[in-house]
């Protein structure tokens, strides 16, 4: 008998529990505990949270040990063209076969229990850690970060804390102390706390929770220093100063992702030569990615074709800043949202910057934005906007009218992932 594939077992994982979202810890801890409780036998962890920056930050930490030569895991979410993205084994995107082995393990010790399809898949990534030798475990919140699944390892080696602002407010709370409050529920007694910068209001709250379970708190602005200076990026600290190449991901709040990572790497022990890998071998995609192979590259002809997964006010601020300073040729977007996103905040920023906007549905995705919502909240941020039935329509129409744009995808990780499906793999 064959055994099913992995796109079947997450299917069916679809139907363990009626919500996709249900923040409480108690589902996790059952099953990891019928699983042996694999979370206490993971090589170091580094648990990263925040609103944004996240997933950049770990990658470059991850750049870092590796060029160190360490072996490290990572777990990160959501995936963008397959879910085995997510799980990296010792350097390597976990195979097929162990993916089909640790996902079919856990569904049958849940035993058709209620759980979220994160949370399950969550402890199939902690079992697959648990069972193969690394040097470090790199675990990316989810959402939030007091109960996120990811939130079950009792004494990580550092927490991370990246740019806390105002996203997921029906889950997290409406205001950033709210936010930074679940945030900081990754902080844990003794371990020390990397803190990327923050508004006054969010580093309180993690001052606050930090100084309760007396967790060193090592905080941009306070212990260390980032900014970039004649092309290079220039990180202080207490223990002297690093001068290194820019990080190969592109944008000026990858500065302070930098910083964080660097900041990382330094409380791990790590020096200089880990500090340059972070920065020169360090890869992301979706993150203002150009795109230089597939049908939709060729459909662009002359015109240049990027790619972001950026998809709340803040990043649509830090998007809004890279555009501004990128050679003179109209860019043109082709947008598509998810519903519960505020979509006006993310594109305000990007009207001075974008000489049209093309609004697109996500294919396949339940809670997308129509073509007409997307486009009208354009227009109320004073933006050209017109609707176009699919990516590809989108991008005729641009090219039609104009040869040489810069066209740019973005809005919503789940559309970049339909993008790198059709025209690259992530590495």
């Known amino acids: 008998m064959t055994s099913p594939s992995s796109d079947v077992i997450l299917e069916r994982m679809m139907s363990l529990h009626p919500k996709v979202m249900d923040l409480v810890l108690d589902r ?9 409780n694999p979370q206490d036998r993971l090589p170091p962890v580094i648990h990263i949270a925040g609103t944004n920056g996240k997933g950049s930050t770990q990658a470059m930490i991850r750049a ?4 160190a030569g360490k072996r490290v895991h990572a777990y990160t979410s959501p995936h963008l063209a397959r879910f085995h993205e997510r799980i990296r084994l010792a350097g390597d995107l976990i195979t097929e076969a162990h993916l089909t082995e640790v996902l079919d393990e856990c569904y ?5 229990e209620p759980i979220t399809y994160f949370e399950i ?3 199939a990534a902690i079992l697959a850690f648990s069972r193969t030798p690394a040097d470090y ?5 989810g959402l939030g970060g007091r109960l996120d699944a990811t939130n079950v390892v009792a004494k990580p080696a550092l927490t991370v804390i990246t740019p806390v602002s105002i996203d997921h407010t029906q889950y997290l709370g409406n205001t950033i102390q709210a936010i930074a409050g679940e945030k900081a529920g990754i902080i844990k007694r003794g371990v020390p706390c990397v803190v990327g910068p923050q508004m006054e209001a969010g580093l309180e709250v993690i001052e606050a929770t930090a100084e309760r379970l007396g967790a060193p708190l090592i905080a941009q602005g306070q212990h260390w220093h980032v900014w970039e200076e004649r092309g290079r990026l220039v990180f202080q600290d207490e223990t002297g100063l690093l001068d290194l190449p820019l990080p190969a991901l592109l944008g000026a709040h ?4 930098a910083g964080a990572a660097l900041a990382s790497l330094r409380a791990l022990g790590f020096g200089e030569d880990a500090a340059e890998a972070a920065m020169t071998r360090v890869s992301w995609p979706a993150r203002m990615q150009r795109l230089r192979a597939g049908p939709l590259v060729e459909a662009a002809g002359t015109a240049e074709l990027w790619l972001d997964g950026g998809h709340n006010a803040s990043a649509g601020e830090a998007l809004g800043r890279y555009l501004a300073g990128l050679p003179d040729r109209p860019t043109h977007l082709i947008c598509g949202m998810l519903n519960t996103k ?5 594109l305000r920023p ?3 910057q974008a000489a049209s906007l093309h609004a697109v549905s996500i294919p396949g995705e339940a809670a997308t934005l129509s073509a007409e919502e997307t486009a009208t909240a354009a227009r109320d941020v004073g933006m050209v906007a017109t609707e176009a039935e699919t990516v590809r329509a989108a991008l005729d129409d641009i090219v039609a009218q104009d040869p040489q744009a810069r066209i740019l995808i973005c809005g919503s990780l789940y559309l970049a992932g339909e993008i790198l499906r059709e025209n690259v793999q992530p590495g």
């Open 137 to 141: 475990t790199l675990l990316e919140v």
């Open 121 to 123: 898949t969550t402890c």
């Open 342 to 346: 505020d979509v006006r905040g993310y």
């Open 254 to 257: 990858q500065i302070d992702n």
């Open 350 to 352: 990007l009207a001075a």
């Open 64 to 67: 870092g040990l590796e060029g």
């Open 28 to 36: 996790v801890w059952r099953l990891l505990d019928a699983l042996g």
């Open 108 to 112: 049958a010790v849940n035993g058709g």
